[in-house]
Nanobody, 121 residues
């Protein structure tokens, strides 16, 4: 099983920046992708950005964050980062880290506990 621990959330003014980190531990072989999702109370959790851990490190972003957020990885540290610039009040949410990994041919997912990001206007 893979455990994820997020850090880096907080309160920031609109236009500011934050960097989130997500460290994976446990049985961390077979990681396929890692990514960030966010959720506002009463709404569905939505994809923010993902990155492949296997070759290439290809990325995928929600349209709402393209050009402002950057996802990156440090495979040696089993850590994924989300650099968030030009933050807007509508970016306020709990941000969750997720990883998909393979075990014996099946695909599994693990989620972190979430970190609050609050952007004041």
């Amino acid at each position: 099983q893979v455990q994820l621990v997020e850090s880096g959330g907080g309160l920031v003014q609109a236009g500011g920046s934050l960097r989130l980190s997500c460290a994976a531990s446990g049985s961390i072989f077979g990681l396929n992708t890692m990514g960030w999702y966010r959720q506002v109370p009463g709404e569905q959790r939505e994809l923010v950005a993902t990155i492949t851990i296997t070759s290439g490190g290809s990325t995928n972003y929600a349209d709402s964050v393209k050009g402002r957020f950057t996802i990156s990885r440090d495979n040696a540290k089993n850590t994924v980062y989300l650099q968030m610039n030009s933050l807007k009040p509508e970016d306020t949410a709990v941000y969750y880290c997720k990883t998909d990994y393979r075990r014996f041919g099946a695909l599994f997912s693990s989620w972190g506990q979430g970190t609050q990001v609050t952007v004041s206007s």
